[in-house]
Nanobody, 132 residues
Framework: VQLVESGGGLVQTGGSLRLSCSAS????????IGWFRQAPRKEREWVAC?????????????YYSGAVKDRFTISYDNTKSTVYLEMNNLKPEDAAVYYC?????????????????????WGQGTTVTVSA
């Protein structure tokens, strides 16, 4: 399994970015992919995740941390095996290195999704900088 993040960059406060996590050897159909971020001198924190849904072939399970809910949107394009994180209304506190991670767990629930130790595979990260 290989995960490659892209899309980071410099944006002004209130601006938008879309991060991509390209997955090879893994699909959301088999488990879940989460986004985490780590700011300088802070611990890595969970941002959002998306996982398969045994109840529907069309709607994945999606969860968000309180810090980004209503501003960030996670989605999956199965034709490209890519998970996106659309980030709107960015704030200086959103600045961090963003990582995507994958876990082979079906029907993942919120409590599991946010656990760093749950994930088996990690990307190298992409840096988001938000200027005031």
């Amino acid at each position: 399994v290989q995960l490659v993040e892209s899309g980071g960059g410099l944006v002004q406060t209130g601006g938008s970015l879309r991060l991509s996590c390209s997955a090879s050897g893994f699909t959301v159909d088999d488990g879940a992919i989460g986004w985490f971020r780590q700011a300088p001198r802070k611990e890595r924190e969970w941002v959002a995740c998306i996982g398969n849904n045994a109840e529907s072939a069309y709607y994945q399970r999606k969860y968000y941390s309180g810090a980004v809910k209503d501003r960030f949107t996670i989605s999956y394009d199965n034709t490209k095996s890519t998970v996106y994180l659309e980030m709107n209304n960015l704030k200086p506190e959103d600045a961090a290195v963003y990582y995507c991670a994958a876990v082979d767990e079906e029907n993942i629930v919120s409590a599991t999704c946010r656990g760093i130790l749950v994930y088996d595979y990690w990307g190298q990260g992409t840096t988001v900088t938000v200027s005031a």
